[in-house]
């Protein structure tokens, strides 16, 4: 949608998008978090953490499924800051999967709101998304998808973890995985491992759980 406006608008409709600078401080910061945290553990030289920080964030963020490095082999900081990556995906209206920054902007904002009124029971305030107003039943829908998401993750870890003998980490990323259509997971589906080793059932699971991530 940015990349359409532009056309007439011109290039100052990427950085008037919220959810655009959202998406550009979050890989930013990520990578330069995830780098720091390979050359504080003297894993990797600087070049080369910056490098393969930049290139799985990218990766994830836009549920490429590519990796030039075993992050499983990663400190746990590491591994957790993509782990977060695998819920946020890509822009709304992006062909990425995940549940998009754009939802995510409205539960924290919701997250917040709830707060201050806690703290001021009188406040009156509409949630907004960048200047505008978000409507209530976007919400109401926002939040419903959030709980639908984690809720088909959850189911699907567990049909997994029944049908196959996998530990929990494996379950529960090649369910979030296949949901958020990111591609390669923790455990024994990480970047240098595949799905091979899972049932045939188990494989028809995680595809219906591709297919509803997509829906």
Known sequence: G?????RTDGLSVFWSSAEFRLYVLLFAGVTVAI??????????SWLDAVRYAAF????????T???TEDFEEWSTVSRTLLLILFFC???AGSTAGGMKLARIMIILKVVVHEIRIGIRPTLVEPIRLGNRPVAEHVVRGTLAYALIFMGTVLVGALAVAAIDPVDMTTALMAALACVANVGPGLGAVGP????????DTSKIILSFCMLLGRL
Do not use: E, P
């Open 2 to 6: 940015l990349f359409y406006r532009a």
């Open 89 to 91: 995906g890509g822009m």
């Open 35 to 44: 780098s720091a945290d390979m050359i504080w553990n003297a894993t990797h």
């Open 65 to 67: 499924g590519f990796g």
């Open 56 to 63: 799985q964030v990218a990766a994830i963020m836009t549920t």
């Open 192 to 199: 240098t491992d595949n799905y091979g080793f899972f049932s």
